[in-house]
């Protein structure tokens, strides 16, 4: 089973930088897409960012493209999510998420989640 750990989030102001960090264990994580979601109070889960198994191919939704990156590094099984110029509408728990790269890039659906992380963007 991949478990999967996210850190680095917490409260910022607007215009400042967070890094995201979602740790991988108990599977070979190089097998995996990744992606990070995030869900606002009242609204619904969003996709924000994805990245092919290899890192050779990347997503990210319209609100958030130039501003977040996303990154993975295989040989330490973790995918990072780079959040800069943040807006108070970025504020929301930010999940990662991991679908096993058999069933293609992007997946359709993600199997494996971590527990989120608090992102809190102040005017």
């Known amino acids: 089973q991949l478990q999967l750990v996210e850190s680095g989030g917490g409260p910022v102001q607007t215009g400042g930088s967070l890094r995201l960090s979602c740790a991988a264990s108990g599977r070979t994580f190089s097998n995996y897409n990744g992606a990070w979601f995030r869900q606002a109070p009242g609204k619904e889960r969003e996709l924000v960012a994805q990245?092919?198994?290899?890192?050779?191919?990347?997503y990210y939704t319209d609100s958030v493209k130039g501003r977040f990156t996303i990154s993975r590094d295989n040989t330490k099984n973790t995918v990072y999510l780079q959040m800069n110029s943040l807006k108070p509408e970025d504020t929301a728990v930010y999940y990662c998420?991991?679908?096993?790269?058999?069933?293609?890039?992007?997946?359709?659906?993600?199997?494996?989640w971590g527990q989120g992380t608090q992102v809190t963007v102040s005017s």
């Open positions: 998420a991991a679908q096993n790269f058999l069933g293609g890039f992007p997946p359709g659906e993600y199997a494996y």
């Open positions: 990245i092919k198994w290899n890192g050779e191919h990347t």
